[in-house]
């Protein structure tokens, strides 16, 4: 049976690691290549009107240079729920780091490690009662992150 306990440890805070990861979305959306740019760009509409005054990808893309930091914090504070990054800032350090592994396996923390995807966490959770792994949710899919 793989573990189920999480196989990285994080030295550092859930909002001083949401604002790194925002960094480096903020230099993908800003310079780089269409493949790079395009899914942050998307994530940005999909997440807040008010991010930015661009209605379309195309016109946001065109535009992608006057984007901020504050742009990127603001996403992802309404992905994890969050009316604004400061109402996000105040409470994310009192949860889990698992709340936001998410973005660490976006980032490669989990590269490391044996991975299989469902199509659901209920349908992971169901595997991993039988098999183990650590179950990182991924927006409406899950990955079990095996360690042995």
Known sequence: ??????PIESPVSNSDYLREHARRLLRQA???DAS????????????????????SLTNLHASRRDLQLKHMLSM????????TWDACKADIDTREARSIDRYRFDAGAFNDFEKNWFASETDALGWQRSHGGYIVRYGEQAVAILKS
């Open 30 to 32: 800003r310079d780089g």
């Open 36 to 55: 790079a740019a395009l899914p942050v760009l998307r994530r940005l509409l999909a997440a807040s009107s008010n991010a930015t005054r661009s209605r």
């Open 1 to 6: 049976m793989w573990s189920t306990s999480c």
């Open 76 to 83: 992802l504070a309404a992905e994890l729920g969050y009316a």
